[in-house]
């Protein structure tokens, strides 16, 4: 079963307070979402830190519900 991009937002700033999150559909069919996401809580993370705290923020949907997510982070500017 697919996820709402509204479920998906929801879950990541459950886990990082503060964060700016956008989600999209990649192709319309809830499956394939890009997200980007600017957080603080970045800083002193590398690019694969922050991956894994985005992944551990979605509490395992990855590769079941939510099957593929185009990822970028950043720290606000």
């Known amino acids: 079963m697919p996820m ?3 479920d998906i937002k929801n879950m990541i700033a459950a886990a990082m307070p503060g964060a700016t999150i ?3 559909d990649l192709a319309g069919d809830g499956d394939h979402y890009a997200a980007h996401v600017v957080w603080d ?3 002193a993370m590398n690019r694969l830190a922050r ?3 985005v992944y551990a923020a979605l509490g ?3 590769g079941g519900e939510l099957h593929a997510l185009q ?3 950043a720290l606000p500017e």
């Open 71 to 73: 990822l970028t982070t």
């Open 41 to 43: 809580g970045f800083a």
């Open 60 to 62: 395992g949907k990855m």
């Open 51 to 53: 991956t894994r705290a």
């Open 22 to 24: 956008e989600i999209k």
């Open 4 to 6: 709402a991009a509204e």
